[in-house]
């Protein structure tokens, strides 16, 4: 989504938005978007790209992906005629936010990647935190859609590293596969054997928890501090 959002949203509406993608209540994500797109005069897209925390810059796409929340396990055929059918007809959040993302991308003729790869205040993506928290389908889902496999977090850690750092080696190498420009290396510098080494022995493992919350940012770890498992009866 957006990088920067160019409307204003009640602190309340954000924070609903961010909390229904983080806990998989879409229904309750739908009927909001419609709403304030209503009152605003704009698209449920444009209310789902203004709402970005300010402090991490996680976006609904970043809570949905870290949380895995997706049914789908295919890799659908992109740039056809009915890429929007594809993923609307799922019924899962990050289905649902890419059919947004990706049909607003097709009527404009703009490129879908450029929607999928939004940097949060840690440099992190939504594929970052779909494969540190090892959520396979989600992954796969991300990577058919056009997510950047190659971008670098402020770390200087890819979604590869990621995966592997969290023992998600499945995840790793579905990534390896689907990945477009990984034979460039990190920050697309060609991989040696010494420097694959160095990189993947510099930082220690993250600590082992369930589905992160999003809350706090660790430049030093790569992707989050303090690992929480996901209180679905909580608040962002």
């Known amino acids: 989504m957006a990088a920067s959002p ?37 698209t449920p897209l444009a209310i789902l790209t203004a709402a970005v925390d ?19 396990t295919r890799r659908p055929a992109l740039n056809t005629f009915d890429i929007k059918l594809i993923y609307s007809t799922t ?9 947004l993302l990706l049909s607003s991308a097709t009527s404009s003729n703009s490129t879908p990647s450029l929607l999928l790869n939004t940097t949060n205040t840690a440099g992190n993506t939504p594929l970052h935190y779909a494969c540190l928290n090892g959520h396979l389908a989600a992954t796969k889902l991300l990577l058919s859609a056009g997510a950047d496999a190659t971008i670098v977090n402020r770390a200087g850690h890819d979604a590869v590293y990621e995966a592997e750092v969290g023992g998600h080696d499945s995840v790793a190498s579905i990534v390896l596969e689907m990945g477009i420009g990984l034979e460039r290396g990190i920050g697309g510098v060609p991989v040696t054997e010494d420097a694959g080494t160095a990189q993947n022995g510099m930082q220690p493992k993250l600590e082992d928890g369930g589905d992160v919350a999003l809350e706090e940012e660790d430049l030093d770890s790569g992707v989050t501090k303090g690992m929480q498992t996901l209180d679905v009866d909580g608040r962002p």
Request: charged letters at 20%; a negative charge.
């Open 6 to 42: 160019t409307l204003h949203l009640p602190e309340d509406t954000l924070d609903d938005i961010l909390y229904f993608a983080r806990t998989n209540s879409l229904s309750d994500l739908k009927e909001l978007l419609a709403e304030n797109a209503a009152i605003q005069r704009t």
């Open 54 to 72: 300010p402090y991490s810059g996680n976006d609904a796409l970043h809570m949905a992906s870290a949380n895995g929340h997706t049914v789908s």
């Open 91 to 99: 019924t899962d959040m990050i289905g649902y936010i890419l059919s």
